[in-house]
């Protein structure tokens, strides 16, 4: 599997961007995350081949996750940035294989360990 994120900027505090990533094939689980200057890696928001999606508490209310199979594309609609969101954004994508049934949307903690990963998109939020 290929990813290729675009859409990373540079917007003030307050806006919006899009974040599109480009498969060439969907896996059980799909997601988003970000690595900000001497910070570790978060996962952002998944979702699963149910569409059922997960987010971080940090960005919840505030960004979305969607698939478009049709285009092999990933997106995540970033809305209200906060300088703090400011980061390089990966997208990854992950099989279920020896992984909990639900390891993707469920309870438990979020996924960390992806098997494919984009090269990044930067986001700049400004104050």
């Known amino acids: 599997v290929q990813l290729a994120e675009s859409g990373g900027g540079s917007v003030q505090s307050g806006g919006s961007l899009r974040l599109s990533c480009v498969y060439t094939?969907?896996?059980?689980?799909m997601g988003w995350f970000r690595e900000a200057a001497g910070k570790e890696r978060e996962g952002v928001a998944f979702i699963d081949l149910d569409a059922t999606t997960r987010y971080a508490d940090s960005v919840k209310g505030r960004f979305t996750i969607s698939q478009d199979n049709a285009k092999n594309t990933l997106y995540l609609q970033m809305d209200n940035l906060r300088p703090e969101d400011t980061a390089m954004y990966y997208c990854a994508a992950a099989t279920d294989g020896g992984r909990e049934y639900d390891f993707c949307t469920g309870t438990g903690d979020p996924p960390k360990d992806m098997d494919y990963w984009g090269k990044g998109t930067l986001v700049t939020i400004s104050s």
């Open positions: 094939s969907s896996s059980d689980c």
